[in-house]
């Protein structure tokens, strides 16, 4: 082996020292918008990610393009809000809605909250953004009280985002749910929209 191929640690940290430094990465950026019919497919991806793979959502079916079509017609039709939050390529990369809490008449102020993120979108401040702007519409939709059933274990970043947000804590369910073989609890939170 001739010298001018051995190692030279010199030779190596000039190289380095030469190297163009990588580009900063892009700030992280989404839009949030009123759900279209165009991202049902893409909510239906994220929402089964969390059926098959936890325990923050109860369901053990997985949504199918019809219920789910069929769900987001029903939330239009009582003028609340279905957001989306893009990137800025378009990419669905999360969802938030409200729902009725109960069918009966004297429940119509008060509304459930959802929201749930794709995998590779979480812990950039996504939910925050979601909530905030959910919370924001459903005031304007007429909403007066917006209860979280969040479950009890795997669900933590969800509580903390919503005590951020002034939901306060109302109750604890113990043994609600059974899935992937354990009993699972819920925590209630409640806000009131002034």
């Known amino acids: 082996m001739s010298t001018t191929e051995e190692y030279d640690p010199k030779e190596a940290l000039r190289r380095a ?12 950026t989404a ?9 049902v497919p893409h909510i239906l991806e994220i929402y089964n990610h ?4 936890s325990t923050v959502t109860f369901d053990e ?3 199918t393009l019809a219920e ?4 987001l017609e029903h939330v239009r039709k009582l003028g609340y809000p279905w957001l989306v939050a893009t990137s800025p390529t378009g990419q669905v990369l999360g969802f938030a809605y409200v729902f009725p809490w109960k069918q009966k008449a004297a429940y119509r102020y008060t509304v459930e909250n959802s929201i749930y993120l794709g995998p590779a979108a979480t812990g950039k401040g996504l939910g925050s953004l979601l909530l905030g702007e959910l919370l924001d519409r459903a005031r304007a939709a007429g909403v007066k009280e917006v209860l979280a059933v969040i479950a009890d274990h795997g669900a933590d970043a969800s509580l903390r985002l919503h005590e951020r947000y002034g939901f306060k804590k109302v109750g604890e ?16 939170m409640q806000k009131h929209l002034k």
């Open 61 to 63: 079916d997985p949504w």
């Open 173 to 188: 369910m113990g043994k609600v749910g059974f899935k992937f073989g354990r009993w699972l609890g819920t925590v209630m």
């Open 31 to 39: 839009e949030v918008r009123d759900a279209v019919d165009a991202d």
């Open 68 to 71: 789910l079509r069929e769900k």
């Open 50 to 53: 969390y059926v098959a793979n």
């Open 17 to 28: 020292r030469a190297r163009r430094p990588d580009p900063p990465e892009a700030p992280f």
